[in-house]
């Protein structure tokens, strides 16, 4: 079975520009995370899907930062602008309710450097 | 929203038990304790999860004693391949909401 896809790995743009996450959650899972991530820090939450529907976003920068998921599969997060501070591992994971409580899948994330 | 307190770093030997233990004495009664691993470069992974007691698997055992405030993760006789970041979390009943924090970061020697 196939993992948590994400794409790109890394991402390296300049100040302002705009940049594009892509995420293909497991098959069958309908609740779909986006996570940022600082270097030795854990994962924080941005937003929660269930389905196409996001069920939490409040921790989303709504002024730069958005996302999507049409179909209720896979995801986009876009950052427009980019900021210095923007720098990070973005990850995306998803579950089940058929999994145990708090089980997630994670991909491996995609390295945004903004120069 | 429950948050956790963990030793920053931790060292062991290949072929040693180790125990690491997480503080969390604001969880809730519906509140679940999971625990993930993260190597470098890769997103973390679940490892176990438990309500009170003692729950066990294939890769490692919790111990979360009776007042719930703590939880200890033993993992049996680490190897190298065991250095990893571990992630103690405490999540609402359906768990979509939870704190990672900056996890506890072993180094198992040779």
């Known amino acids: 079975e196939a993992g948590v896809v994400q794409s790109p790995r890394y991402k390296i743009i300049e100040k302002k520009q705009p940049v594009a996450f892509w995420c293909n959650p497991i098959s069958g899972h309908n609740t779909l995370y986006w996570y940022l991530q600082n270097l030795g820090q854990g994962p924080e939450l941005l937003i929660r899907?269930?389905?196409?529907?996001?069920?939490?976003d409040s921790q989303l920068p709504k002024d730069r930062f958005s996302a999507e998921r049409l179909k209720g599969v896979d995801s986009t997060l876009k950052i427009q602008p980019a900021e210095l501070g923007d720098s990070a591992v973005y990850l995306c994971?998803?579950?089940?309710?058929?999994?145990?409580?708090?089980?997630?899948?994670f991909g491996p994330g995609t390295r945004l450097t903004v120069t | 929203l429950a948050k956790t307190t963990q030793p920053i770093s931790m060292d062991s030997y290949e072929g040693q038990e180790v125990n690491i233990t997480c503080s969390h004495n604001n969880i809730a009664t519906n509140d679940y304790i999971t625990w993930y691993q993260q190597f470098p470069s890769q997103g973390p992974r679940f490892i176990i999860q438990g309500y009170k007691t003692k729950v066990t698997n294939e890769v490692a055992s919790l111990f979360i004693p009776a007042d719930r405030k703590s939880s200890t993760l033993s993992l049996p006789r680490v190897s190298l391949s065991d250095t990893a970041v571990y992630y103690c979390l405490v999540g609402e009943g359906n768990f979509n909401k939870f704190y990672f924090g900056s996890g506890t970061k072993l180094n198992v020697k040779p």
């Open positions: 899907y269930e389905n196409e529907e996001a069920v939490d």
């Open positions: 994971a998803s579950s089940s309710s058929d999994l145990a409580r708090g089980e997630q899948y």
